[in-house]
């Protein structure tokens, strides 16, 4: 999902990283449906007006060199869903290229605190019936040698672990 949201052309090379959880992450869920227990029908019908719109600002595709649009997003998420730090670590909203799939934005300083790195994959995609596949180039675990990251080929334990999406 990562690769179709940012839009990456067919046979360029990409790294592909892959992250843990390291402690419970906290979010604030952006367009997630909140109940309706109570409220009056004008309430409802506001209630899914709203929703409506944060779906369609948070869901809408761009497009290639407008980028800067999704600028009322990121104002909408840190001026109406932006808890204190120690309330929420990150923010979830919804995936531009896949429904109902979500994308995490962390806070920079928590983001360390709470996630380390698992691998990183060096691919290509290859178009196919589906869209794409992965073509996996190398792949790391992230342990560092003393001349960086240490690389694997396909086929390898570290690659069935960490990135079994190329097999």
């Not at 979010?27 to 709203?50: C, F, N, R, W, Y």
């Not at 948070?58 to 290639?64: A, C, K, P």
Request: charged share 20%; proline share 7%.
């Amino acid at each position: 999902m990562a690769i179709a949201e940012a839009k990456i052309p067919p046979g360029r090379l990409f790294a592909l990283i892959r992250y843990k959880s390291t402690a419970p992450i906290n979010v604030a869920m952006i367009g997630d449906e909140p109940s309706q227990a109570g409220l009056t029908k004008d309430q409802h019908l506001k209630l899914t007006m709203l929703m409506n719109f944060l779906e369609h600002e948070f869901t809408r595709d761009v497009g290639i060199g407008t980028e800067y649009l999704y600028l009322a997003s990121e104002i909408i998420a840190k001026d109406y869903f932006d808890l204190p730090p120690e309330v929420q670590d990150a923010w979830c909203y919804p995936s531009v290229a896949s429904r109902p799939a979500v994308n995490v934005a962390f806070r920079p300083a928590l983001a360390r605190a709470k996630i380390s790195l698992r691998g990183v994959a060096l691919a290509r995609t290859v178009p196919s019936q589906e869209g794409y596949r992965l073509k996996g180039i190398a792949f790391s675990d992230a342990k560092d040698g003393p001349e960086g990251f240490r690389w694997h080929t396909h086929g390898t334990a570290v690659q069935a672990s960490i990135f079994p999406e190329f097999l």
